[in-house]
C-alpha cells in the first residue's frame, strides 16, 4: 500500500510559479512511475506529467511542454512539480498517482492516487 500527499498549491498571479510536492509512504517508492493529474471545476481529470522510476523519462502534456518540469528524489519519496509561467487555465486540483509497472504514459493503469492540493492562478 502506497500513500500519497501533495502539497504546495496555493494562489498566484498569472505568470508567476508554484512547486508541488507528493511525498510517498512505503520502502517500494522507487520501484513506481509517478504522475501528476489535474481537475478543474466541471471538466475531466488531465494527465500533466509521468516521470519513470529512475527519473531518467518523462511524459509531458502538450499544454505544459516548457512550462512545468517533473522530478523526483527517491531517497526522500518525493515527486516534484515545478510550474512556471502559470496561466489562468492551469488552475486546478492537481494530484499525484503512482503506478507499479512502471509505466508513466497518460494511459497508464495508476494504482494509488493522493487527495490533491489546489492551484488556482489569477488574470
Known amino acids: 500500500q502506497v500513500q500519497l500527499v501533495e502539497s504546495g498549491g496555493g494562489l498566484v498571479q498569472a505568470g508567476g510559479s508554484l512547486r508541488l510536492s507528493c511525498a510517498a509512504s512505503?520502502?517500494?517508492?522507487?520501484?513506481?512511475?509517478m504522475a501528476w493529474f489535474r481537475q478543474a471545476p466541471g471538466k475531466e481529470r488531465e494527465f500533466v506529467v509521468g516521470?519513470?522510476?529512475?527519473?531518467?523519462?518523462?511524459y509531458y502534456a502538450d499544454s505544459v511542454k516548457g512550462r512545468f518540469t517533473i522530478s523526483r528524489d527517491n531517497p526522500k519519496n518525493t515527486v516534484y512539480l515545478q510550474m512556471n509561467s502559470l496561466k489562468p487555465e492551469d488552475t486546478a486540483v492537481y494530484v499525484c498517482?503512482?503506478?507499479?509497472?512502471?509505466?508513466?504514459?497518460?494511459?497508464?493503469?495508476?494504482?494509488?492516487w493522493g487527495q490533491g492540493t489546489q492551484v488556482t492562478v489569477s488574470s
Open positions: 498517482a503512482a503506478e507499479m509497472t512502471g509505466s508513466y504514459y497518460p494511459w497508464s493503469q495508476y494504482d494509488y
Open positions: 516521470i519513470s522510476w529512475s527519473g531518467g523519462n518523462t
Open positions: 512505503g520502502r517500494t517508492f522507487s520501484r513506481y512511475a
